[in-house]
């Protein structure tokens, strides 16, 4: 008699369809998921049409597209995945799957696929809607927007492990993904551009896990960053990955607290 051989890319997908099942039945999430992200980048828009802009070199586009980017990473992907990995520690799913084949990545990484596609999917429905309704032209840098969404969704994952395992409850996991989301939309260049701060309070806030993402993806339409400051940008996010995996490897929780 044969056994079925399975791969760690199958059992990531299996997981990951089931997963999505699961997140189709959660009506709270999904809409702050797919319409959040939506809303937001309108509320930057009229902002940005009262800032001198011209004076930085940037236009209404740069600022909207990369601030509705970093949007879609916080919600449909970072506060959406803290709650999928909180309820499922909860209900005891995350214990039962690793008495099975599953290794701990793959336990992470397959629950996370869902959210991860679902805040790809939605970043590049608003580039194009962006590119369109704000008459921008085709980016000058491609390549740096793409790192910079890719990094975006690798912190974004890790750091909603991070928080989950800070998290007591699944009703507190609507409430701890909070701090990162506000002090990201206020201080990673969303809704403000780093530009207009004062260079001291600009020089802290380059080192937020989304200031490299949105800086990278803004770059990738303006052109304008130079080869030191892609690397100290790169540099920026590749650590916040990395501190996110120790972090996750050290204190992620796999049984509820009792």
Same mark, same amino acid.
Do not use: N
């Given at each position: 008699?044969?056994?079925?051989?399975?791969?760690?890319v199958?059992r990531?997908?299996?997981?990951?369809?089931?997963?999505?099942?699961?997140?189709?039945?959660?009506?709270?999430?999904?809409?702050?998921?797919?319409?959040?992200?939506?809303v937001?980048? $309108?509320?930057v828009? &009229? @902002?940005?049409?009262?800032?001198? =802009?011209?004076?930085? %070199? *940037?236009?209404p /586009?740069?600022?909207v597209?990369?601030?509705?980017?970093?949007?879609?990473?916080?919600?449909?992907v970072?506060?959406a995945?803290?709650?999928?990995?909180?309820?499922?520690?909860?209900?005891?799913?995350?214990?039962?799957?690793?008495?099975?084949?599953?290794?701990?990545?793959?336990?992470?990484?397959?629950?996370?696929?869902?959210?991860?596609l679902?805040?790809?999917?939605?970043?590049?429905?608003?580039?194009?809607?962006?590119?369109? $309704?704000?008459?921008? &032209? @085709?980016?000058?840098?491609?390549? =740096?927007a793409?790192? %910079? *969404?890719l990094? /975006?969704?690798?912190?974004?994952?890790?750091?909603?492990?991070?928080?989950?395992?800070?998290?007591?409850?699944?009703?507190?996991?609507q409430?701890?993904?909070?701090?990162?989301?506000?002090?990201?939309?206020?201080?990673?260049?969303?809704?403000?551009?780093?530009?207009?701060?004062?260079?001291?309070l600009?020089?802290?806030?380059?080192?937020?896990p989304?200031?490299?993402?949105?800086t990278?993806?803004?770059?990738?339409?303006?052109?304008?960053?130079?080869?030191?400051?892609?690397?100290?940008?790169?540099?920026?996010?590749?650590?916040?990955?990395?501190?996110?995996?120790?972090?996750?490897?050290?204190?992620?929780?796999?049984?509820?607290?009792?």
């Amino acid at each position: 008699m044969s056994t079925a051989m399975t791969t760690p890319v199958s059992r990531m997908t299996a997981l990951a369809r089931a997963e999505l099942t699961l997140l189709g039945r959660s009506k709270g999430t999904l809409v702050a998921a797919l319409f959040v992200p939506l809303v937001l980048p $309108l509320s930057v828009r &009229s @902002a940005a049409q009262e800032m001198d =802009l011209a004076e930085v %070199g *940037l236009t209404p /586009g740069t600022v909207v597209l990369p601030a509705a980017v970093g949007f879609s990473l916080l919600f449909a992907v970072y506060s959406a995945l803290v709650g999928v990995y909180v309820v499922r520690r909860e209900e005891l799913v995350l214990k039962r799957l690793r008495t099975g084949e599953l290794r701990d990545a793959e336990i992470l990484g397959g629950s996370a696929l869902p959210s991860v596609l679902t805040g790809l999917t939605q970043c590049l429905v608003l580039i194009a809607a962006c590119a369109v $309704l704000l008459d921008m &032209s @085709a980016p000058s840098a491609p390549h =740096l927007a793409v790192l %910079g *969404l890719l990094l /975006g969704l690798a912190i974004c994952a890790g750091l909603a492990a991070v928080t989950a395992g800070l998290t007591r409850t699944a009703e507190s996991a609507q409430v701890t993904p909070m701090p990162l989301l506000i002090i990201s939309m206020i201080g990673s260049g969303m809704f403000v551009p780093l530009e207009f701060l004062p260079d001291r309070l600009a020089s802290v806030c380059e080192l937020l896990p989304l200031t490299p993402v949105v800086t990278l993806v803004r770059a990738g339409w303006t052109g304008d960053l130079s080869a030191a400051e892609t690397l100290g940008a790169l540099a920026t996010a590749v650590a916040w990955t990395l501190l996110a995996v120790f972090a996750v490897r050290r204190w992620f929780r796999w049984e509820p607290r009792r």
